[in-house]
């Protein structure tokens, strides 16, 4: 559409944004052509099983995705389909695989390593009869 003459089939209003849609269409298509040219077992023997169910889960998403947007295309309201219930099944194990993702890259505490750092940067007051011994000592000599 972008650098062809613009159809009269639909409103003039509309056109950039249909631009933005085939060009959107096209880059999914990209994805889709670069995803299918490895195998998935090959794809999935490379990564291990968090990052494993994060592309099934991502693949699972874009399908249901994608099929909302057909239902939304023919006319049928999709959240009254229920593909609306899969997607937020989806999202709901997207969500888990986030909290265990971040519980990962947390940092561990290494409470000795903590106690000692605390132990030793708290300022501790010399005990009284310790200075009156030095003062002692010195008077003496």
Do not use: C
């Amino acid at each position: 559409m972008a650098g062809e003459e613009m159809n009269e089939d639909y409103p003039v209003e509309i056109h950039e944004y249909l631009s933005t849609f085939e060009n959107s269409i096209g880059a999914v298509d990209e994805m889709l052509k670069t995803m299918m040219s490895v195998s998935r077992n090959e794809l999935l023997q490379k990564l291990d099983p968090l990052e494993q169910a994060k592309v099934d889960l991502v693949s699972a998403y874009t399908l249901n995705s994608m099929f909302w947007v057909y239902l939304a295309t023919q006319g049928i309201n999709p959240k009254e389909h229920p593909v609306k219930q899969e997607l937020e099944r989806i999202r709901v194990y997207m969500n888990r695989v986030k909290e265990i993702t971040d519980k990962k890259k947390a940092g561990r505490l290494d409470r000795g390593a903590a106690s000692r750092f605390v132990k030793n940067a708290l300022w501790e007051p010399k005990p009284k009869h310790a200075s009156k011994v030095a003062n002692k000592g010195k008077s003496k000599n």
